[in-house]
């Protein structure tokens, strides 16, 4: 069962901008830096913030990152329908010495 | 950069037995926790294990420990994943991927994905 929150979906019409949550613990997401995915159908996760805040390289601006105590959020702005995929956030958990990940999220672009 | 190569899908039947593998290729292999993901049929991701092809240390998620087994040879910088009685809920794809960062916090880069399918 996973530890971190996130809603099951998120929709909204191109070009507009959808946030995704991620509820932690202290034991994770306060005291680690959360990371976020992409898995587009049928195709293996993809690495898409890491450090809380930070792009990989060839990750579009339009993705950014931001925590605040326990909680993460992930926007996509001027959504696109490229973007319609599963988004998952994850990070270490110290307490249970695992790595940990979100429920998942879908995002649908209307 | 670095690249991940998983092997090919596998169809067996349960009670069987199964090694899957994953190869690095384009950094030091040695260097960089692996880990495993499970992902059942339209479901989300689950964390598996990792291991440190360095010196094989190796954590296993409490959900997996004693029912697979995580394993590395440096030699040809490949971990393995392998089960010795599978069963139908095995059935599901397996990602290997790189563990970074400060605190573990990221899996940077992802193997295609191993197909596991168990009949009963």
């Known amino acids: 069962q996973s530890v971190l929150t996130q809603p099951p979906s998120v929709s909204a019409a191109p070009g507009q901008t959808v946030t995704i949550s991620c509820s932690g613990q202290n034991s994770n997401i306060g005291s680690n830096y959360a990371t976020w995915y992409q898995q587009l159908p049928g195709t293996a996760p993809k690495f898409l913030i890491y450090d809380n805040d930070k792009r990989p390289s060839g990750i579009s601006a339009r993705f950014s990152g931001s925590k605040s105590g326990t909680s993460a959020t992930l926007s996509i702005t001027g959504l696109q329908t490229g973007d319609e995929a599963d988004y998952y956030c994850?990070?270490?958990?110290?307490?249970?010495?695992?790595?940990?990940f979100g429920t998942g999220t879908k995002v649908t672009v209307l | 950069e670095g690249q991940l190569g998983q092997s090919g899908a596998e169809v067996k039947e349960a009670g069987e037995s199964l090694k899957i593998s994953c190869q690095g290729f384009?950094?030091?292999?040695?260097?960089?926790?692996i880990g495993w993901v499970r992902q059942r049929p339209g479901k989300g991701l689950e964390w598996m294990g990792i291991?440190?092809?360095?010196?094989?240390?190796?954590r296993y998620s409490p959900s997996f420990q004693g029912q697979v087994t995580i394993s590395a040879d440096k030699s040809i910088s490949t971990a393995s994943l392998q089960w010795s009685s599978l069963k139908a809920s095995d059935t599901a794809m397996y990602y290997c991927?790189?563990?970074?960062?400060?605190?573990?916090?990221?899996?940077?880069?992802w193997g295609q994905g191993t197909m596991v399918t168990v009949s009963s």
């Open positions: 384009g950094y030091t292999f040695t260097s960089h926790w």
């Open positions: 991927a790189r563990l970074v960062g400060a605190s573990l916090d990221s899996f940077d880069i």
């Open positions: 291991i440190y092809p360095g010196d094989s240390d190796t």
């Open positions: 994850g990070t270490w958990d110290r307490t249970l010495s695992a790595y940990v």
